[in-house]
């Protein structure tokens, strides 16, 4: 039975979906006015992996991801570099996307605020025609805060002293009501709206695109724990208020922050470690496993050390792979031997655990660790007896594990791509195996560094060379 560390009731509770076999939901996604960095890339293979562990276990997962494309942020970068905002939109959008698609994360839908301008302005009316906005004299749209009575239930934020939300104190009721929709200001872009022109405010935009495409209600919105105040508070206040629906959100979700050296990793204290960059460094797979093996709700510490520990993971895990196919593929079984079903009993305990532990509120750091187990089980045990049932049931359960953290793909499911390039790198091994006994070292470390940089791991032993497809 699955259970969920819920932020808003502050307790593990059992997730039961609002549809009994569906799950619908929503994560806050960038705002692309920069490179997306590691940070980012914390929360979204968090939740990604959260999906993809709700649809092993059977259900029906509608995935909803924003990309902010206008806001304070784009604007002010459009205006630093002199460039038409749009510009700047399609650039690090762009970047988002690419990042996505290499740390092999899946998203459902990615509602863009400026397509959603409609639909932000009637549910701005809705809440203004229900006595919870206000329109001030410059043409804004506010929240009034004093009138939603749960105000601070999310994050526990109760004494309106804590609840400052500053801007523009001249042209609100109160200092802690926050903008549903802003007065245009020159130089700007903006939107026809009926309380003039302007363009909608950073919260709003997330109660519009969710219940769209996930109704009234639904089960999860997730997002890093920056986020719970003020942006997930006045989410929930716009939204019951607006749609009438308590709670709004069954089950809120909020991952641990990237720190470096003790302090978020963010670009306003300039510490970011952006995936560009990141990407140069390191495989795609071994930052999503470094990522994916920690507890999402834990805080993460950004370190060197750690990508390269992750780094020796996932070649083992590629190493054991690539040995149980091999066996896998050659001969069958016609009998067990009796520690043989032995194993076969230890192999479904593992799988067993490794379930336990996910459905401890997803904690992948303790199902990570029956993983590892599982590898170290295939190398001392399964690989040397040569067991074709055993490596196929190893790699059976290998590929249920994969399916949650996502790392071996390629060496699962792309098993063409081996036999497409056997020959071709059995003859680059062949011919440096000729420059070693000419003791052309230069050349024979250049062919080395250049294989594995495009994913070929060679290993040099007295008189001979083996490889791996990594």
Not at 2 to 17: A, D, M
Not at 365 to 372: D, G, I, R
Not at 413 to 435: D, P, Q, T
Request: glycine share 6%; charged share 30%.
């Amino acid at each position: 039975m699955l259970q969920v560390y819920n932020t808003l009731s502050r307790k593990l509770e059992l997730f039961e979906p609002i549809n009994k076999n569906r799950v619908l939901m929503y994560v806050c996604g960038p705002t692309v006015y920069d490179y997306s960095h590691m940070g980012h890339a914390r929360t979204y293979v968090a939740f990604d992996v959260i999906r993809r562990y709700l649809r092993l276990v059977g259900y029906d997962v509608l995935y909803v991801q924003n990309i902010t494309d206008i806001d304070d942020k784009i604007i002010n970068r459009a205006l630093a570099e002199g460039v038409d905002w749009r510009e700047i939109v399609d650039k690090y959008t762009k970047d988002y996307l690419e990042a996505l698609n290499k740390l092999n994360i899946k998203v459902d839908i990615h509602p863009r605020v400026s397509q959603h301008i409609n639909e932000i302005i009637e549910f701005i009316q809705l809440l203004i025609d229900k006595g919870y906005a206000y329109v001030s004299l410059s043409g804004s749209v506010y929240f009034d805060v004093d009138k939603f009575e749960d105000y601070g239930k999310l994050s526990g934020l109760r004494e309106k002293s804590l609840w400052d939300q500053g801007e523009h104190l001249k042209d609100k009721k109160h200092p802690y009501d926050f903008a549903l929709w802003k007065a245009a200001k020159p130089g700007e872009p903006w939107w026809e709206s009926p309380w003039g022109k302007g363009r909608p405010g950073w919260h709003i935009e997330c109660s519009v695109m969710s219940t769209k495409y996930l109704g009234s209600s639904f089960d999860i919105h997730g997002g890093g724990t920056d986020l719970i105040f003020p942006h997930h508070e006045n989410e929930i206040a716009q939204s019951e208020a607006a749609l009438g629906s308590k709670p709004w959100v069954k089950y809120w979700l909020h991952t641990g922050m990237l720190v470096v050296k003790g302090e978020k990793m963010s670009k306003s204290l300039g510490n970011i470690f952006a995936l560009e960059e990141a990407f140069k460094k390191w495989r795609p797979e071994v930052i999503r496993l470094w990522l994916a093996k920690v507890h999402y709700r834990r805080v993460l510490s950004f370190t060197e050390d750690s990508l390269h520990e992750a780094n020796k993971l996932y070649e083992r895990l590629v190493n054991a792979v690539s040995d149980l196919k091999r066996i896998a593929s050659e001969g069958v079984n016609h009998r067990l031997s009796d520690k043989e079903i032995k194993l076969l009993k230890r192999l479904q305990e593992i799988r067993e655990e490794f379930y336990e532990a996910m459905n401890q509120d997803f904690n992948t750091s303790l199902a990570f660790s029956h993983f590892l187990e599982l590898t170290s089980l295939a190398f001392k045990e399964i690989i040397p007896r040569e067991s074709h049932t055993l490596a196929l049931k190893t790699l059976q359960l290998i590929d249920e594990f994969n399916k949650v953290f996502g790392v071996l793909d390629r060496q699962l499911y792309e098993s063409g791509a081996l036999i497409n390039v056997k020959e071709l790198v059995e003859l680059i091994v062949e011919v440096r195996s000729m420059l070693r006994k000419e003791k052309r070292y230069e050349l024979t470390d250049y062919i080395r560094d250049r294989l594995s940089q495009i994913g070929v791991k060679l290993y040099d032993e007295k008189e001979k060379t083996t490889w791996r497809i990594l």
